[in-house]
């Protein structure tokens, strides 16, 4: 389970890496992330994508930068929920999903 705080900035750098520890190059790559209430709800209480500034890939080093602002997680009601993290190769066909889980959310206590 993750960690997630609202009213507060929220920024994690995340490696991808092959089976020998050599980083995959993720040039031509997007990338998008949803985190949602539960796996049913059609709406995401928070989207990042590589469009919305929200992700933002390294290329040859194989890094995936995520941020929301405190501005954007202020607005989250939730207490907890799901999430995933996915790549989209630059063929806009090969989709990889590099995290999944639950997520806790502390909601903020001043404002």
Known sequence: TTL?????????????????????????????????????ATTPFLTLTTENGGIALGGA????DLLASA???SSISATSGVYDLELVAGDGVTVTRLLEGLVTISPEVTR
């Open 4 to 40: 997630f705080r609202s009213g507060a900035t929220f920024s994690e750098q995340i490696e991808w890496k092959n089976e020998n520890g050599v980083a995959i190059d993720l040039t031509g790559f997007t990338a998008r992330m949803h985190m949602r209430d539960t796996l049913e």
């Open 71 to 73: 501005a954007a997680t």
């Open 61 to 64: 080093a194989g890094t995936v």
